[in-house]
């Protein structure tokens, strides 16, 4: 009863909670309790992977499941028939610059489901289908971009001042809010497309917010009952969208579907490790900051913890996770894992040096870690063992940058993306 009650306060209070948990955190090496990672090339039956063949029949699908059963639950297999509805392009968009395109999703027989709205930016004057940059956004298409003819998400959004959020609604003087993480201009000159979705299009980002997104909308039995371990949670939910948007990428003569890389920030980037770890059609995976619950090693009690994250965001995972607090040896799983299922695709791990909350040398280690499969492939990652210093980006099938400042996506991370993926998609 009483759990009932504070439910509602917990909704309102998960960010700020967090973030007060961000001061008496702890943030000392010294006190990190000696662990061992579980092996990535061990498999159930205690054989030994020794090939990519192994890797890529036997303990892939392994671990794969075991991110499903202990972290993000198991995305639905089925949702009936998918519908794209191209309600805008517009050729001349950025001074003609590219071509901007709005696509509805929506599922036939989910009608309940008001659907998802993608903005996708083309290069003009490319004569070749353009690989494209697939990512969720914090703010909605109108915020990405400062074009003021985008339509205004009228969807769900966390309360926000400075970003003119009233009333969980989105304003006029929300336009472009979140334009500097998505630098439109250098991604589209470097011939780069770029397609996007507000992430509260797929579910409202809070405790109860699953009652009015997908997940309820796609459960046989409603918002009636609560979540089993093993089932899926919201960042499962907004990875799902993303492969919406490879659904219609393949469909748009226009995109190189065969190029498409997934990116995300924070809990999108969390977002968009599990997004590329489920569908490969992703070629290139990256990670910008996303910490815990993401890249960062559970095992390492630094920055934010399992204990923190699931308690203040419980609806991100399958209740599974939330026993893995206090108590991470016992999981089976760790971050590394996530990373090595991007193998044998080219992934990009990035930190900031001041976002230690989300533990970069975390971030760094289970890239480090997850090297064992891409030896399996021939494929070299790091090429060094220690995290390198700040700017100074390493790497070739994994790569890691520790970039100067905050917990952003800023202009610096973009370009050292763009010249990852542009060197991996020539390949
Ligand atoms: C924080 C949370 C992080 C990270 C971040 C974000 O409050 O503790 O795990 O996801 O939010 O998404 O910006």
Known sequence: MRKHLLLPLIMLLGEDWAEAQQKTANYDESKIVPYTLPSLLTTESGGVVKSAVDWTQTRRPEVLALFEQHVFGKTPSQWGKVNFEVTQTLPKALNGKATRKHIRITLAEVPQWPGMEVMLYIPNGLNQPAPCFVGPSFGGNHAVSTETDVPLSTRWMRPSKDKHIVDNRATEASRGNESSRWPLELILDQGFALATYYYGDIEPDHAEGWKDGLRAALRPDGAQTIWQDGDWGAIGAWAWGLSRIADYLQTDTAINAQQLAVIGHSRLGKTSLWAGAQDSRFGVVISNNSGEGGAALMRRNIGETTAIITKAFPHWFTPTYSRYANNEAACPIDKHMLI???????????????????????????????????????????????????????GDFIAYHLRTGKHDVTRYDWEQYLKFAQRHFKK
Request: hydrophobic share 40%; net charge negative; glycine share 8%.
């Open 340 to 394: 090595a299922l991007a193998a044998p695709r080219p992934i990009y791990i990035a930190s900031a040096v001041e976002d230690t909350w989300a533990d970069p040398k975390g971030e760094f280690l289970s890239g480090l870690n997850a090297q064992p499969v891409y030896d399996l492939f021939g494929l070299k990652g790091y090429n060094v063992t220690e995290q390198p210093p700040i700017d100074a980006p390493i």
